[in-house]
């Protein structure tokens, strides 16, 4: 019986994933203690809210605003990529993980979908309600109601390995077996 075009997939993902994670399994092991994976979200939050003020301010001035949700892409950026490595387990494919893992990923996933199904309408509405304002140009309507959508869509994106890196503990450091975890592999 030969494998579907699904089933190739999967396994090819999960032979990538984990050769990425030997990888990086040294990299910033400073970073991957609990509470500099949460001041990593914390910093993720701040440059979200600062990405929603960029759009609400793209309404009044839309060169500011919009140069300044520029600069804020260049700052989300290697916050989002260390979290990203630090975290471990917010991409992960089905195969790279045990029961426990793959539920909290799960989880965390389905929160994520959550948070990016609410937040997405705000921006929607108002740019629905918008488009009957006459005294709101077109262009600077679809400019600041862009960047919020966008703004909103990065932060569901972002969610899951928000919330995993959030919630993960540290890991024990009796457990010879968990050298990825350690930053030691």
Not at 14 to 29: D, F
Request: include cysteine; charge should be positive.
């Amino acid at each position: 019986m030969s494998d579907t075009a699904f089933e190739r997939y999967q396994a090819r993902r999960t032979r990538k994933y984990l050769q990425r994670q030997e990888q990086t399994a040294r990299w910033l092991p400073g970073w991957r203690t609990h509470a500099r994976r949460r001041l990593l979200v914390v910093l993720l939050g701040v440059v979200f809210a600062a990405m929603i003020a960029a759009g609400v301010a793209t309404a009044f001035a839309p060169g500011a605003g919009v140069l300044a949700f520029a600069a804020l892409c260049v700052v989300f950026i290697p916050v989002w990529t260390t979290l990203q490595i630090v975290s471990e387990r917010g991409d992960s494919p089905t195969g790279a993980l045990d029961e426990r893992e793959l539920a909290q990923r799960n989880e965390a996933r389905s929160l994520a979908l959550t948070v990016t199904q609410t937040l997405t309408l705000v921006p929607t509405f108002y740019l629905y309600l918008g488009s009957q304002w006459s005294s709101m140009d077109g262009t600077t309507l679809a400019a600041s109601g862009s960047i919020l959508v966008l703004a909103c869509l990065m932060i569901g994106g972002c969610s899951a390995t928000a919330v995993l890196a959030w919630t993960r503990p540290d890991p024990d450091p009796e457990d010879e077996s968990d050298t990825y975890r350690k930053g030691t592999a």
